[in-house]
């Protein structure tokens, strides 16, 4: 068991930056694979960055070269380093962790809007 908090969503302008954290708790963080998702409205919610309990690191499409997961392991936290945001970057922003197929523990989510 798994309790995620995310942090660090607001409002800026296309273009700018924005880190987003998501802090865990249990001593057993490492062991899961953190994975960011974002739902905009009338949307489905999809996955964003991916990074497993070894560092290995997964981007949609849309955000690569823009976005950046990291992980603290001793800080219980996973980042999510946003550069260069769009408009179309406009979301709530989930954290969710799994150890095995599926995404069982999530979130509340943090909003991001970016301005144009």
């Known amino acids: 068991q798994v309790h995620l908090v995310e942090s660090g969503g607001g409002l800026v302008q296309a273009g700018g930056s924005l880190r987003l954290s998501c802090a865990a708790s249990g001593s057993t963080f490492r062991i899961y694979t953190i994975g960011w998702y974002r739902q905009a409205p009338g949307t489905q919610r999809d996955l964003v960055a991916s990074i497993s309990p070894g560092g290995s690191t997964n981007y949609a499409d849309s955000v690569k070269g823009r976005f950046t997961i990291s992980r603290d392991n001793a800080e219980n936290t996973v980042y999510l380093q946003m550069n260069s945001l769009k408009p179309e970057d406009t979301a709530v922003y989930y954290c969710?962790?799994?150890?095995?197929?599926?995404?069982?523990?999530w979130g509340q989510g943090t909003q991001v809007t970016v301005s144009s």
């Open positions: 969710a962790a799994k150890r095995g197929w599926t995404y069982d523990w």
